[in-house]
């Protein structure tokens, strides 16, 4: 069984608990911390678990929202740590009593239950990665913190049963917005973050045939509002709006099984 629940999802941090379960067997990976020790923590507290009900985490990219608390929880727990060279580099995480085991682009990974296959992303990172998670029956699809969709995600992506997708903000509430022109250049950029038009497209582009579940995540509290994401990706999956979940800063997503 995969199932997968989200600690929190925007700009003041990022985590989800990926977890696998074959037999008596369960393997669970933190897939980015940008909180810190206390406020991971309650985090877990509030879905079932604790730190140490946690075998690996993995970094998407080394920006402060997602690896702000890694360092503090690695050395807490010395748990293995998985992500691209670059990101560790980057995100200060190189050294040697850490135990690195590193992500590339294409090479899929083991661990326990669960196999990673990392795939690449136009972000402004050293070196970013998301990812596809399997048990060998179902898959799961993580994609935030991108630029714009491609032929290469959308193939990545393909065949899904569940995906949490940035919707990071709407591009008219983006203009008109407070943000300073730079930020928001970059945001909307070619290595920002996705649009609500943006995450729909990709959506449109991909096999959907098995895909039951869609989250929209990483919104904006400035420059987005939940309904237009779930009316965005709604309109691709011909759905109502309130069959698409947000996942959201506070609160993130309880438990999903995929």
Not at 77 to 106: F, K, Q, V, Y
């Amino acid at each position: 069984m995969l199932r997968w629940c989200c600690l929190g999802s925007g700009s003041e941090g990022n985590a989800l608990v990926l977890e696998a379960s074959a037999g008596l067997f369960t393997t669970r990976v933190l897939v980015d911390n940008g909180f810190g020790p206390r406020t991971l923590e309650r985090r877990l507290q509030r879905v079932g678990l604790s730190i140490d009900d946690i075998d690996a985490l993995v970094l998407t990219h080394e920006h402060s929202d997602h690896v702000a608390g890694a360092g503090a929880l690695l050395r807490r727990r010395g748990m293995a740590l998985l992500c691209s060279a670059g990101t560790r580099r980057a995100a200060g995480l190189n050294h040697s009593e850490i135990d690195w085991r590193p992500l590339r682009a294409g090479e899929r990974v083991d661990l326990g239950e669960l196999q990673i296959h990392p795939y690449a992303v136009p972000h402004d990172a050293a070196e970013p990665l998301q990812l596809v998670a399997t048990d060998g029956e179902r898959r799961f699809g993580l994609l935030t913190d991108v630029g714009a969709p491609n032929d290469a995600i959308a193939r990545a992506l393909d065949g899904l049963h569940a995906l949490q997708l940035e919707c990071n903000h709407d591009a008219e509430l983006l203009r008109v917005g407070a943000y300073p022109a730079f930020l928001k250049q970059r945001i909307g950029g070619a290595r920002g973050h996705l649009s609500n038009a943006q995450a729909a497209a990709l959506l449109s582009m991909i096999d959907r045939s098995v895909l039951r579940t869609v989250v929209a995540a990483h919104l904006s509290r400035s420059n987005n509002r939940p309904a237009l994401a779930q009316q965005a990706l709604a309109g691709v999956l011909g759905c109502a709006g309130d069959q698409v979940h947000v996942a959201d800063q506070d609160h993130g997503l309880d438990w999903i099984t995929v």
